[in-house]
Structures are given as C-alpha cells and as structure tokens.
C-alpha cells in the first residue's frame, strides 16, 4: 500500500473523514500554546530566532517551523481540528530556531528578571503557562 491509497479517488465517492472536534480541554490547550507562541516570538524574533523547531514523529526528523506558520497551524488546529501539511523551509539554519522548551525556559527568564527589577519584587517560581 503506498503513501497515496488510502485517498478517495475521483470515483469513489467518499471524503476523507473529518477528524473529531477537539475537546474543550484541547481546545483551551491550543490557545494557551497560541498565547505563549506570541510571547516567544516577541522576545525572540528581535535577536534573530525565526521560529520553533519541532521533532516530527512521522518522519523522526527535526522540522524548522517560522513564527508565522506556527501561529497558522495552530489555528487550523482550532478551526479544523487538524493541521496541513507545509512545505518546510529550504536549507534552515538549525541556529535560527529554537524548542519550544527553550523558548518557554527564555520567558521564563526574562519574566523572572523583570519581577526581580520591580520594586519589592522577589521570585515566586512561575512558569509561563501558569500565567
């Protein structure tokens, strides 16, 4: 069987079905990831990160994803319950993106210094998605 079978043909009669609606707990997952990615990005993009680096499962290689079309497959994911897939970038450089736990950790960071710099700031220990 090849990666092609299992698609309908235009005799067949029959779609592709539709995945299942995700769940309100996943649904408040994806917007979570969606607000944290805005975050990322806006500390990261000025010193030069493109975007996230994510291990892909299917095919056990790395895939080098920019701001922007992060942010559309999350959105795809809220809307369609699934994502497309897109054509990755020619030739990354892996220095310009960064994991998600990476980025999450920088926010961290740079939260935990700003609360330091506040007047009568001390560290409580919060994660960014705690927020």
Same mark, same amino acid.
């Given at each position: 069987?090849?990666?092609?079978?299992?698609?309908?043909?235009?005799?067949?009669?029959?779609?592709?079905?539709?995945?299942?609606?995700?769940?309100?707990?996943?649904?408040?997952?994806?917007?979570?990831?969606?607000?944290?990615?805005?975050?990322?990005?806006?500390?990261?993009?000025?010193?030069?990160?493109?975007?996230?680096?994510?291990?892909? !499962? +299917?095919? =056990?290689?790395?895939?080098?994803? &920019?701001? @922007?079309?992060?942010? #559309?497959?999350?959105?795809?994911?809220?809307? /369609?319950?699934?994502?497309?897939?897109?054509?990755?970038?020619?030739? !990354? +450089?892996? =220095?310009?993106?960064?994991?998600? &736990?990476? @980025?999450?950790?920088? #926010?961290?960071?740079?939260?935990?210094?700003? /609360?330091?710099?506040?007047?009568?700031?001390?560290?409580?220990?919060?994660?960014?998605? =705690?927020?």
């Amino acid at each position: 069987m090849g990666p092609f079978d299992d698609l309908p043909g235009p005799d067949s009669g029959s779609t592709p079905s539709d995945p299942p609606p995700l769940t309100m707990e996943e649904r408040a997952g994806v917007l979570d990831d969606l607000a944290e990615l805005e975050v990322f990005r806006t500390l990261l993009e000025p010193t030069g990160i493109k975007g996230i680096v994510v291990d892909c !499962p +299917d095919c =056990d290689e790395e895939h080098h994803v &920019d701001w @922007a079309l992060m942010q #559309a497959n999350l959105r795809q994911l809220l809307e /369609e319950g699934q994502t497309g897939r897109h054509e990755p970038p020619f030739d !990354p +450089d892996p =220095d310009d993106y960064v994991s998600w &736990d990476y @980025a999450s950790g920088y #926010a961290d960071g740079v939260a935990a210094m700003a /609360e330091r710099e506040e007047p009568g700031g001390g560290s409580t220990g919060r994660h960014a998605r =705690d927020d």
